[in-house]
């Protein structure tokens, strides 16, 4: 690695080592959280994030409901900080995730959950944080420090707490062995050159990244960080609804990143990448069974919840080059600062 390497590809480059970390070093808490979630046997699932954080709750979401077959919803910070409503939880479970645990509106919204009778979780790089102080059980992501604005360990590192509080709260033996290969498979994805779509996006302002199912709430957080680094617009859309009123914006030679993981979703996400193809996009995906869309290299892990993961680990290699390559700097983004507290 680089002496003049950006603080983001520093980070990117510790994604393996940080979830080895985490999976390690919290995994007395995160064991302790999931038989606390078994034996409360919640009704209901409510999550509150903002940003990066709110991209890792989507992402539990699709895994809770897939796999536990409880309803996970989002709910707004304000209500509490800003509108002073009471929800009634009681029943629920409440996951808060945030980097910082400090953000007022985080906080409000976990204590609230808290007071209307939900168990509440904590998933957060600080461990003695409001949040973190707020909750019933508080799972430090052990990240280290991230000094990027863009936020690329912590968010990954977020989502692999989420999945292995799931893993042990329903005894998943298979999706906690699927966790602990994720190190290596990280390291591969990193190697994984995404910079084909550099050509695809000299000209067009804007981009939009597919997913369904997990890989949506990829997609979302792709979208994101790549308006944050390169000062260009993109949108993330589900493979199924990007066939509807987003179609219109499709012309020749329209960049469309298309994730696909290997789960149940990748024949429809690979028929959308190819179906976009011949609308004139300059469409690129992660599967193999695309017939017309190219084929972007990627990682595959052996499951299907854990899969999606090293695909944003290859898009963040991606981003920060191609920020790069645009004479910007990724480590400071226009108008951004790396913690914003919201009321």
């Known amino acids: 690695m680089s ?45 509150v994030a903002r940003g990066s954080s709110d991209h890792a709750a989507t992402f539990m979401k699709y895994a809770v409901e897939l796999t536990a077959g409880l309803a996970v919803a989002s709910v707004g910070p304000s209500i509490a900080s800003i509108y002073g409503a009471k929800l009634r939880l009681r029943g629920s479970a409440c ?22 009778g939900a168990l509440t979780v904590a998933i957060t790089n600080t461990a003695d944080s409001p949040l973190a102080r707020a909750s019933d059980y508080a799972i430090d992501i052990l990240a280290g420090p991230e000094r990027s604005v863009a936020a690329t360990k912590t968010f990954v590192n977020s989502a692999v707490a989420a999945l292995a509080l799931m893993a042990h709260s329903t005894g998943d033996e298979a999706l906690l062995a699927a966790l602990a290969g994720l ?19 000299e000209a067009p302002r804007s981009l939009f990244i597919l997913g369904r199912g997990p890989s949506f ?47 149940a979703s990748e024949p429809s996400v690979a028929e959308a990448a190819d ?38 680990v290859s ?7 191609f920020a790069r390559h645009r004479g910007l700097d990724p480590d ?12």
Request: net charge negative; hydrophobic share 50%; aromatic share 6%.
């Open 3 to 47: 002496a003049t390497a950006t603080h983001m590809r520093r980070e990117i480059e510790e994604i393996p080592q940080a979830t080895a970390r985490l999976l390690d070093g919290s995994a007395k808490v995160l064991a302790a959280a999931g038989r606390g979630l078994r034996e409360r046997d919640p009704h209901f699932v409510v999550t």
């Open 95 to 116: 996951l808060a995730i945030s980097q910082s645990g400090k953000s007022p509106d985080i906080v409000a919204m976990a204590e609230t959950a808290r007071a209307g």
């Open 275 to 312: 179906s976009l193809t011949a609308k004139g996009a300059a469409a690129f995906v992660t599967s193999d069974e695309a017939k017309a869309a190219r084929l972007l290299p990627h990682v595959a892990t052996g499951h299907p919840l854990t899969d999606p993961l090293p695909l944003i």
């Open 183 to 201: 190190p290596e498979h990280f390291e591969k994805a990193i190697g994984c050159d995404w910079m084909a779509l550099a050509t695809a996006l």
């Open 217 to 263: 709430a990829i997609a979302s957080e792709a979208a994101l960080k790549f308006k944050e680094t390169c000062v260009m617009h993109a949108e993330a859309y589900s493979a199924a609804e990007v066939m509807h009123g987003p179609l219109a914006l499709v012309g020749p030679g329209f960049p469309v990143l298309a994730l696909a993981a290997r789960d």
């Open 332 to 343: 400071a983004p226009r108008n951004l600062r790396k913690v914003t507290e919201t009321v």
């Open 315 to 321: 898009f963040y290699g991606f981003v920060e080059a």
